[in-house]
Structure formats: structure tokens, C-alpha cells
DNA sequence: CTTTATAGTGCATTATACGGCTCTTTTTTA
DNA sequence: TAAAAAAGAGCCGTATAATGCACTATAAAG
């Protein structure tokens, strides 16, 4: 997953959750402006501030082989 | 993934394709301290830097569900 | 044990992520 | 539409990630 991607998919999360970035920075633990800064792309979290974000969401961070049959 | 899972999952496969931390620097463009910080689990990398470091081994950084039977 | 390669650490500097506050822009709702 | 809610952005101080250099520690090889 490219940057884009991920982000897309942070945003996309919440919004199936129906939580607004407020609800969200604070139930993470995330500053708000990060969480904002994070969304609209321009940043690059730390990777602890983005398990707390996904972390809340239900979702975890992982690794994976590229291009490796079977992992899609 | 928690954060030593994913230190681990990094570690091992840097040792899988036998390079060492200087190689897998120079060819992710992070800098040897920071890699070396990290592999030893005092660091709290940018995703920036992880993904310049998973990249170039073949992998890649990804979001999933947790708890969700079909996921593993 | 000595040499050599690889990994880990202390220190210092620079770059930048984090976060609050405030204001603007966009989206949603009435 | 107008009002309200949510998202995005500028300013900016603080915390810390990134990095190099030099040194130490550990491990493998002779």
C-alpha cells in the first residue's frame, strides 16, 4: 500500500465508523491537527501515531510480501 | 501487528536476504543510525522511513482488520 | 587470542512531527 | 438559502525523529 492508499483507507474507515476527525483524535489519543494534517495528506506520521489512529478503528499495521501470489 | 512484531518481521527478513544493516541503509536511503535505532527497538520511525525500508526489501506496509476470521 | 565484520550506543545538530489556537473553506442539514 | 458542523490550513512553540561521527559490544573467522 502506497502513502495514498493508506490514508485512503484511514479515511475511509472512519467514515464507515461515522466518526467525525474530533471523535476520532480523541478516542486515538491523536492530535487533532495531526489527524487533519494526516487526512488531507500532507503529512507523515510517526508509526505510533498511526497505530493509535487504526488501532481505535480496528484495524493494525502489518507487513507483507509484494508481488507474491496469493496475498491479495 | 504490534510494534516488536513488526521490528521482528523487518529484522528477519533483512537476515533472510543476507544483507546487513549498512547495505539495507545505503540501498533504502535511510540513514545506518536510523535503522539501527529502530532494529533495536528504540525508535519510533516515520512511516516515511518504513516504507523506504520495507520497500526495497520486497514489502510492503498495509491496514487490516483485526479480529475478522479470514484475515489470517 | 587477534582480526574483522556487524550491530548497538552516546553525543550533538538539523529537520520535522505533534499539537493547540484561530481562522477559512467545504460539506451537511434544516 | 442560511445555519451548523466538519474539514483544512497558517502560525508557532515543544518534542522528538533523522542523521553523522566516533566509540563500544558482540560475533564470526583465522
Redesign the pocket.
Known amino acids: 500500500m502506497h502513502y495514498k492508499e493508506l490514508i485512503k483507507t484511514i479515511k475511509e474507515r472512519?467514515?464507515v465508523l461515522r466518526v467525525?476527525?474530533?471523535t476520532l483524535?480523541e478516542l486515538s489519543?491523536?492530535?487533532?491537527?495531526?489527524?487533519?494534517?494526516?487526512?488531507?495528506?500532507?503529512?507523515?506520521?510517526?508509526l505510533?501515531?498511526?497505530q493509535k489512529l487504526v488501532d481505535v478503528m480496528g484495524m493494525e499495521v502489518c507487513l507483507k510480501l509484494k508481488n507474491v501470489s496469493g496475498n491479495k
Chains 1, 2 share one sequence.
Not at 31 to 38: M, N, V
Request: glycine letters at 14%; proline letters at 4%.
Open positions: 472512519r467514515e467525525t476527525q474530533a483524535a489519543g491523536v492530535g487533532l491537527r495531526t489527524l487533519k494534517q494526516f487526512e488531507s495528506g500532507k503529512g507523515n506520521p510517526t505510533l501515531t498511526l
